[in-house]
């Protein structure tokens, strides 16, 4: 399984972008790239996935350069409510293990 | 929108009692995942269940846990004889489509063994 590394924290105001990097150079090639988002005791919530360039949902956009081995996640203008532990995953979407494999993660503190 | 739930949202119980930790999950969805996260650690994969059986498991899931789907709805965790670092949040997940990344989970229940 690839690893990945992210920072440990990061620092935003509302209404910022805020673009969290994740890297993972030893990503294989029917790897995925997905990130979910905790709440304090709350469950992980997915917020994207994506393969290469670029994906956007109502949430967020991952961008993934050509060799794939790192991807950011950004988040257009955060408010007070997207201070929460972000988590990118590295790992086959569809394949024959079922498991998650979380990291550490990225606290995102959004001040106002 | 439709949810994993899970009770109770709290659960304290003493060492060396068994619990059972419940799950409903997402109605059309057939695999199923217990996860849990010590505080102030990262989130592990417990166990994953499909079609009556274990699919999948951890090394934190010895002889001590057990799993069960019991009804149509209903997902459930066991613990035979819990032991102090058995005190976690632990999560139920569940997915429509087989190894997927996209898994729902539930809002976990804690579980306090004093």
């Known amino acids: 399984l690839a690893k990945t590394t992210q920072p440990i924290s990061m620092d935003s105001y509302e209404g910022q972008e805020v673009n969290i990097t994740c890297s993972h150079n030893n990503i294989a090639t029917n790897d995925y790239i997905t990130w979910y988002q905790q709440f304090p005791s709350q469950g992980p919530r997915f917020i994207i996935q994506g393969y290469k360039t670029k994906v956007t949902n109502e949430v967020a956009s991952l961008f993934i350069p050509a060799d794939r081995k790192s991807s950011t996640l950004s988040l257009p203008r955060v408010s007070l409510s997207d201070t929460a532990v972000y988590y990118c995953?590295?790992?086959?979407?569809?394949?024959?293990?079922?498991?998650?494999?979380f990291g550490t993660g990225t606290l995102l503190a959004v001040q106002p | 929108e439709p949810e994993v739930t899970q009770t109770p949202s709290h659960q304290v119980t003493q060492m060396g009692q068994e619990v059972i930790l419940r799950c409903v999950p997402i109605?059309?969805?057939?695999?199923f995942y217990w996860y849990r996260q010590i505080l102030g650690q990262k989130v592990e994969f417990l166990v994953s269940f499909y079609n009556n059986e274990i699919s999948e498991k951890s090394e934190i899931f010895d002889d001590q846990f057990s799993v069960e789907r019991p009804d149509g709805s209903n997902f459930t965790l066991k613990i035979r004889s819990t032991k102090l670092e058995d005190s976690a949040m632990y999560f139920c997940a569940s997915t429509v489509r087989r190894g997927t990344n996209e898994q729902y989970f539930g809002p976990g229940t804690r579980l306090t063994v004093t």
């Open positions: 109605s059309n969805h057939l695999y």
């Open positions: 995953l590295v790992g086959e979407d569809g394949g024959a293990t079922n498991k998650l494999i």
